[in-house]
């Protein structure tokens, strides 16, 4: 089964809204939580690393504004895309460890 | 800032036949991985190769790995439709297993039949 457990698997959401994704370790600690983004029919572009208790680190580039992260527990990442535009879908993948999250489809309408 | 470059960026391959995809890395590295990823669906770990001149293989996949070329090739062997999915290596930083990754540009694979 699923070591790191992503959700949802896909939201709609409209614009100006806010959107959040968890993602949890089972059975395991994470200390840290890799997100990345994943345009379509492209790679994927590490957009920031969260660490238990500490402030998240963003790549250049990334609006840490627009892109909240939190890793409040050791078995807990969320990111919420805020103020949602038509530009941010995508498919967005946490992962730990060796571990990747099943992904999130978003949809900004 | 590293780069990880893949070629080809799309390939359509008749079943039954062998075909190589390649990836170049700028800067020396830890480790490397190869990763399948079917559409819409999240990343499904293939291989990770440690050290120059490491070759592993699975089924019908075996990667193998040049540090002092920078340079890793997944061969494909008698492809079979179930390989269609596109291909992605992808480079460890050198600060142990929680390290980030770069992503290559990823690679197509469609097999005919």
């Known amino acids: 089964g699923a070591v790191v457990s992503q959700h949802p698997s896909w939201v709609i959401c409209k614009s100006g809204t806010s959107v959040k994704i968890e993602c949890r370790s089972l059975d395991f600690q994470a200390t840290t939580m890799f997100w990345y983004r994943q345009f379509p029919k492209q790679s994927l572009m590490l957009m920031a690393t969260s660490n238990e208790g500490s402030k998240a680190t963003y790549e250049q580039g990334v609006e840490k504004d627009k892109f909240l992260i939190n890793h409040a527990s050791l078995t807990l990442s969320t990111l919420t895309v805020t103020s949602a535009h038509p530009e941010d879908s995508s498919f967005y993948i946490c992962?730990?460890?060796?571990?990747f999250g099943q992904g999130t489809r978003l949809t900004v309408v | 800032e590293l780069k990880v470059e893949q070629n080809p960026l799309f390939l359509s391959m008749q079943e039954g036949k062998n075909y190589t995809i390649y990836c170049n890395y700028s800067t020396t590295s830890d480790r490397l991985y190869w990763y399948r990823q079917d559409p819409g669906k999240s990343l499904e770990s293939l291989f990770v190769?440690?050290?120059?001149?490491a070759v592993k293989q699975e089924g019908r996949l075996m990667a193998s790995l040049d540090t002092k070329a920078r340079l890793s090739t997944l061969h494909i062997t008698a492809a079979v439709h179930d390989l269609s999915a596109t291909y992605f290596c992808?480079?460890?930083?050198?600060?142990?297993?929680?390290?980030?990754?770069?992503f290559g540009t990823g690679t197509r694979l469609q097999v005919t039949l």
């Open positions: 190769l440690l050290s120059n001149g």
């Open positions: 992808a480079v460890g930083g050198n600060t142990g297993t929680a390290s980030k990754l770069t």
């Open positions: 992962k730990t460890l060796a571990f």
